[in-house]
């Protein structure tokens, strides 16, 4: 599965942004999908996932209510709508995809390449 992340860019705090997420793969609508997000000097850490199907979402406590996981299967895309930007959103973001719903980035299989979120104060 090839994945090919996208939509970052620079916005000023309180802003909005929209990740989207491309997959390869005919078979996407089988895996369950997760983004993660890297500052500099900090581990990779859990942001969002969604399941195979798109019915269940689970976010991490620090983006609750200002994140939304979806996903558009009959496009083989995941997006993250993330409103309310704060600076310490700032970070690369990734997607994934995996066998298994996880929080963990090791039980991710597939990776995308990455889009650069900044946001300013």
């Known amino acids: 599965v090839q994945l090919q992340a996208y939509g970052g860019g620079l916005v000023q705090a309180g802003g909005s942004l929209r990740l989207s997420c491309a997959a390869s793969a005919r078979t996407f609508s089988s895996y369950p999908m997760a983004w993660f997000r890297q500052a500099p000097g900090k581990e990779r850490e859990f942001v969002a996932r969604i399941t195979s199907s798109g019915d269940t979402t689970y976010n991490a406590v620090s983006v609750k209510g200002r994140f939304t996981i979806s996903r558009d299967n009959a496009k083989n895309t995941v997006y993250l709508q993330m409103n309310s930007l704060k600076p310490e959103d700032t970070a690369v973001y990734y997607c994934?995809?995996?066998?298994?719903?996880?929080?963990?980035?090791?039980?991710?299989?597939?990776w995308g390449q990455g889009t650069q979120v900044t946001v300013s104060s």
């Open positions: 994934a995809a995996a066998i298994v719903p996880s929080t963990i980035p090791s039980t991710y299989r597939y």
